[in-house]
């Protein structure tokens, strides 16, 4: 175990900062800052939807990514398919079936791990909105500088000069693999290095979750 | 996944078209399929069926990076492959697949851009490489794949000459010399199909495998270029323990060898 625990030992995620039902006319919502990138995500949910695009198996999911520029684009299109894909697999959809759950994201800051923040973020607004879940998801990104040194949730400078940049989100139950996905080449052994150290790292993002949670609802 | 095969203790459980979940479909390829293209190349990969088709033009390059020329690629799902697309603009499927496809091309850095400049910060070469998707039957970013690379290996660049002062352009199509391309980035999809606690990894599945495993682009997409992963997707579906992932690189790693050699010797036996 001694050399296992080196290995997950001293490492820190950039500070995260958190308000729970930050907009007031939305079912749940949130806004998370980690370091200095910040987005707010509204949950609506369960909704009425167009019969066309029900699901009598269970609730679609409706993204909207919204960057700061506000132009839409293919990038945000990607963006938006991750976070669907992810928060499917998170949602317990088969509770509303025939409705519609709609989540909005507003890029307001992006200081590099936008989308981790984007993932996590949506996570909060979804606890938030008291819509059921099977697990919560954590989203850990990372990068491996010239070294070949593998750096944790990266600084706006770190991620500019990167060659490689990965991004890992895991569930909360077994901490396997929900999404994963990778910008530059990585060789094998790089690649399982920083998805098990992404892992270890998903456990801050947990307990940030759980703080978080019982600080708004002091009655659980 | 429709028959069962009982032998003795162990359970065998076979595809639908009766593959074994670590095999993948037939490839078949076919390049230099459109002659009015500047390179092109057709694969067929069971029943899903890709075109590629680049076309060559010039244009002045960046200001910010006048060395560097330009690669589009552009991947089309239209309604003739599948009857989830509709007609109309690009669906979201569509600028995701799109998306993972430029953004291995990117990472895997097979072209060099920088071979495409003719004159700095005046004359350069921009491919247009369309991919049309004609049957869409699963694993749609493998095909895209094999296409696209077969289609950059088969390019050939005319010799251009350009008079600085006049600025005047002449291309000599006499004169041809291949793009180099730097390696070969070959994409595997897996579907993850869970079945009670345990989870099955499925390769190449087809359009009916991946609706059981998660819908559209639900699949682990893993890319290999020359030893190095250039590309690890994997959007939600069911969840994927380390044992599963590393299973999945070896498999990915495996076929990745295989299809070079596929497109290599029909390279060859072309020329």
Known sequence: ?????????????????????????????????QGETVVTVSVNGPLDIKTTSQSIEKATLEILFSSKGGK????????????????ETAILGCLYPRTGITITIQELEDYGGLLSCAINCACLALLNS??????????????VDETGNIVLEPEYQQVQSAATKLYFVFDSRDKNLVTGFTEGAVGEDMYLEALEKCRAASDLVFNFYRDVVTKYSNVI | MTSNTHTGTTVTIFFEDGRKFNDQRDIKLNVNAIKTADASAVVKCGNTTVVCGIKLELAKPKAEEPDVGFLVTNVELLPLCSS??????????????????????????????????????????????????????????????????????????????????????????????????????????????????????????TAYEEEMCGGLGANLIACWNKGQLCGVFKFGGSNLSTENEKETLALAKQKSKLVEKVINICIENKS
């Open chain 2, 84 to 205: 989830k697309f509709r007609p109309g603009p690009p669906s979201d499927h569509a600028q995701v697949i799109s998306n993972i496809v430029s953004d291995i091309v990117t990472n895997s850095k097979c072209i060099n851009l920088k071979d495409l400049c003719i004159v700095p910060d005046k004359l350069s070469w921009v491919l247009y490489c369309d991919m049309v998707c004609m049957d869409y039957d699963g694993s749609v970013v493998d095909a895209c794949l094999i296409t696209l690379m077969s289609s950059l290996k088969t390019l050939l660049l005319p010799s251009v000459s350009f008079d600085v002062e006049t600025e005047e352009i002449k291309v000599d199509t006499t004169i041809k010399t291949p793009l180099p391309v730097n390696g070969l980035p070959i994409a595997t999809s897996f579907a993850v199909y869970q079945q009670l606690s345990r989870s099955v990894i499925l390769t190449d599945p």
């Open chain 1, 72 to 87: 839409p684009s293919v990038a945000d299109r990607f963006k938006e398919n991750v976070i669907r894909q992810t928060c």
């Open chain 1, 1 to 33: 175990m001694g050399q296992k625990d080196d290995i997950y030992q001293n490492f820190q995620l950039r500070p995260m900062k958190c308000e729970l039902n930050f907009l007031s006319r939305s079912d749940g919502s949130a806004i998370l800052s």
């Open chain 1, 130 to 143: 008291g819509i059921s879940l099977h697990h919560v998801v954590a989203a850990v990104s990372c990068i």
